[in-house]
């Protein structure tokens, strides 16, 4: 195993020295906070990442959870985490002091849960989708479900899901055949299945709190016939004791990475005994599921760069020890060999890895940021619109480039890499399921330019555009920069374009031509968003470079500026050949049919 998952230089250098993230306690919910309080904090976290998660990264990979007799069995490593969990009110951290939260910037929250990524994955998703369960039922739930349920979910003894996939419904909800019907004693009753339910059944906790999606009985077909519903696995009866609700686990996955946590098959009401209790409005519960989901997505994409981050550092530590060859100028064999790290394609390699991470950490960080200004109420509308319109970048840019990313972790170790005594071929496994789960790739694309761009009359669009500009803007103080900000300016305006001409095209073709190629323009726009960032950490370098520095200080930000400028040189000129086919009129995937596959 590898002495380093992450860096805590660089979380202190982001949330201090880019993002000013203690200023936020200049409003009155922050308050109580500041630089200080945050260090303690990311300190706290990082002990616990290193020692109650990390030493069994491994191990929860090789001893997966089992199904037996109907319950799951899981790593009991997770016991005393979730304890830890629950009794530090990390799950509820950012929440009002009203309900047992310490009103913590989302930001620094994030932060503490990309280092319980990186530790391990597998073992952070409990809590995480138990926090997410539990701020469904906070913004929608009635005082009586808060006081039921908030307490015990927010202590880690009760767990929380969402239960939205079937098994032959997929990403397409609206066509969800689970059925709630209505009863005369304030619940329904549930009936159906589903699927790929992460942590919907263990060992670990008392109870496990299923935010589910059912259709109404008799009700209106697609999303108008979604309603959001509470399904516990024990409910609790009129003496306040828990009783079976007629929830059975039916088994759970073998999977690929990600082993850690169980991905479980559950059935709703086979005895007709599954009671079910509406949060909010009957025929909302889509739109309140997506409050969850898009959290979830923030949670994907923060998870990815854990992983990346886990796996570069495992690489770098090995590409500084292991010494291999010499540079190509060195042609005596009787000279040393050099490390690995010595060599040019090394360094690329390893140059990808960093400017991957670091670009999308800076970029869920600055969704964070805009998060919290949106709790204080501080251009609120115009916030949050933000987030909506980086939630498909964030959710998928580390997904993707993740897989490139652990791959060429796997690369630089060479043979080594392949094999289970390193870890970088299980953060491999374990980041595939991201560009999957929470809404594939292909759907965020559809996101981003079938409805993102264009979200209300463009207006997100065009707060996004003055953002990049703004960070351009301050850029321009630094003569050194001059090539990266002539790069970004040049995106832009390339971006306003194509995006327009885009547009433009919508409604002189069909919807299904319009949207073949969005996960292209995704990858389009996501590179231009991790530019921005890299013009932010790299305006930020230059200046501190200006002072006086020790001389790791100077290498750190020196690290950061070659870095970015890999990014500019490799990663951002990739944008030009992707234009080239979102201009395109051939619709080959469109006009390929089914037939042309056969051989």
Same mark, same amino acid.
């Given at each position: ?41 990311? $300190? ?262 854990? !992983? ?121 496994? $374990?980041?595939?399921? $991201? ?70 095209? !919508? ?45 790791? $200080? ?46």
């Amino acid at each position: 195993m590898a002495e380093k998952f992450v860096s805590r230089r660089n979380i202190d250098f982001m949330i201090n020295e880019v993002f000013d993230v203690a200023s936020l306690n200049r409003f009155p919910y922050f308050e109580d906070h500041n630089e200080e309080t945050f260090k303690m904090i990311l $300190d706290t976290a990082m002990k616990i990442s290193t020692d109650m998660m990390y030493p069994y990264f491994k191990d929860m990979d090789v001893n997966p959870p089992h199904w037996e007799d109907g319950k799951v069995h899981c790593h009991k490593a997770i016991v005393p985490f979730l304890k830890e969990m629950g009794e530090g009110g990390w799950i509820q951290c950012e929440k009002p002091y009203d309900v047992g939260g310490q009103q913590l910037p989302l930001t620094v929250k994030e932060m503490a849960y990309f280092l319980f990524g990186a530790a391990n994955y597998s073992m952070h998703v409990y809590p995480m989708l138990t926090a997410g369960a539990a701020n469904l039922i906070y913004q929608f739930g009635t005082q009586e479900m808060k006081d039921m349920y908030l307490e015990k979910m927010y202590s880690g003894i009760w767990q929380g899901t969402m239960a939205l996939t079937e098994p032959d419904v997929g990403s397409s909800l609206a066509d969800l055949t689970t059925i709630a019907e209505p009863t005369d004693q304030g619940y329904y009753m549930i009936r159906g299945q589903k699927i790929f339910i992460s942590a919907g059944n263990s060992d670990l906790a008392d109870n496990v709190i299923h935010l589910l999606i059912a259709k109404l009985k008799d009700g209106p077909l697609g999303v108008p016939g979604i309603s959001l519903f509470i399904v516990p696995e024990k409910r609790i009866n009129e003496n306040g004791e828990l009783e079976d609700n007629d929830v059975q686990c039916g088994g759970i996955e073998h999977k690929l990475g990600y082993k850690g946590s169980p991905i479980c098959q559950l059935t709703f009401g086979d005895e007709k005994n599954c009671r079910g209790w509406l949060v909010g409005e009957l025929g909302k519960g889509l739109a309140q599921m997506f409050k969850m989901m898009n959290e979830e997505r923030i949670n994907i994409g923060i998870g990815a760069i854990s !992983k990346i981050s886990g796996a570069y550092y495992a690489a770098l530590e090995y590409a500084q020890q292991r010494k291999q060859g010499r540079k190509p100028d060195q042609k005596d064999p009787a000279t040393p060999m050099v490390e690995l790290i010595e060599h040019a394609d090394i360094k690329r390699m390893l140059l990808f890895q960093k400017a991957v991470m670091e670009g999308s950490l800076a970029l869920a960080i600055q969704l964070s940021l805009y998060q919290d200004l949106v709790t204080v109420g501080e251009n609120a509308e115009e916030n949050e619109m933000l987030v909506d319109f980086l939630i498909p970048i964030l959710k998928t840019y580390p997904s993707e480039m993740g897989i490139l990313a652990t791959s060429a972790a796997i690369q630089v170790l060479g043979g080594y890499g392949f094999c289970g005594d390193f870890p970088v071929e299980q953060y491999y496994r $374990d980041i595939r399921i $991201d560009p999957i789960h929470e809404g594939t790739t292909g759907i965020q694309g559809q996101d981003i330019l079938g409805r993102k761009v264009s979200m209300k009359k463009g207006k997100a669009f065009e707060l996004y555009i003055n953002e990049v500009e703004r960070t351009i803007a301050e850029a321009k103080a630094y003569p050194e920069l001059e090539k990266q900000i002539s790069a970004l300016e040049s995106a832009v305006q390339l971006m306003k374009d194509l995006t327009a001409e885009l547009l433009g095209k !919508k409604a002189q073709i069909t919807n299904e031509a319009f949207l073949a190629d969005a996960v292209l323009y995704l990858d389009f726009m996501s590179q231009i968003a991790i530019a921005w960032q890299w013009l932010k950490l790299m305006t930020v370098s230059v200046k501190a470079l200006k002072g006086q520095l020790t001389d790791q $200080d100077k290498g750190f930000y020196q690290g950061k500026i070659y870095t970015g400028r890999y990014f500019y040189d490799y990663e951002l000129t990739k944008i030009h050949s992707l234009a080239i086919r979102l201009r395109s009129e051939d619709r080959v995937t469109v006009e390929m049919t089914r037939e042309y596959f056969e051989d």
